[in-house]
Each structure stands twice: as C-alpha cells, then as structure tokens.
Nanobody, 124 residues
Framework: QVQLVESGGGLVQDGGSLRLSCAASGRTFSNYAVGWFRQAPGKEREFVAANAWTGYRTYYADFVKGRFTISRDNAKNTVYLEMNSLKPEDTAVYYC?????????????????WGQGTQVTVSS
C-alpha cells in the first residue's frame, strides 16, 4: 500500500508560481508512475501531468505545456509539480496519484492510490 500526501498549495496572484510536493510512504515510490490531477468546483477531475518511475518519461496535458514541470526524487520518495505562469483558470484542488503501469496514464480511474489533495487558488 502507498500513502500519498500533497503539500505546497496556496493563494497566488495571476502569473505567479507554486511548487506542489507529493510525498509517498508505505512502499518504495520508484516502482510507480505518478500523476497529478486537478478538480475545480463543478467540474470533473482532469489530468495535468504524469511521470514514469524512471523519471525520464513524462506527459503533460496541453493546457499546462510550457508552464508546469513534473519531476521526482526517488531517494526522497517525492514527486513535484512546478507551476509557473499560473492563471485563474488553474484554480482547483490538485491531487497526486500513483499506479504501477504507464499505459492509460491520463485516466484517473486507472490509478490505485490517491492523496487527499491540496488547494491552489490563483487570483486575478
């Protein structure tokens, strides 16, 4: 079993930056692909970015390409989401999730483990 805890959310102005962290415990993180998702009020949970267990394979949603960067430190059992040039439409609860394979990595239903989420609010 893997337990995930997100941190780093907060309130930031339009154009600002935040770095989210996803810390894992319970089992080694290095065997899992990790994804970041977000959910705004009244909307479905959507894929943001994913990172394979090797750290060299990443995938981003089109709306964050060039602004967000996912990375991991397997020694610290932590995955990061660096968010730059934030916009008000990025406001949501951000979740990290882990799964043991890469195929279908953008689909929330395929993930086995989820964190509790961290709120990101971007003011205009």
């Amino acid at each position: 079993q893997v337990q995930l805890v997100e941190s780093g959310g907060g309130l930031v102005q339009d154009g600002g930056s935040l770095r989210l962290s996803c810390a894992a415990s319970g089992r080694t993180f290095s065997n899992y692909a990790v994804g970041w998702f977000r959910q705004a009020p009244g909307k479905e949970r959507e894929f943001v970015a994913a990172n394979a267990w090797t750290g060299y394979r990443t995938y981003y949603a089109d709306f964050v390409k060039g602004r967000f960067t996912i990375s991991r430190d397997n020694a610290k059992n932590t995955v990061y989401l660096e968010m730059n040039s934030l916009k008000p439409e990025d406001t949501a609860v951000y979740y990290c999730a882990a799964r043991s394979s890469w195929i279908g990595v953008t689909a929330p239903a395929t993930y086995d483990h989820w964190g509790q989420g961290t709120q990101v609010t971007v003011s205009s």
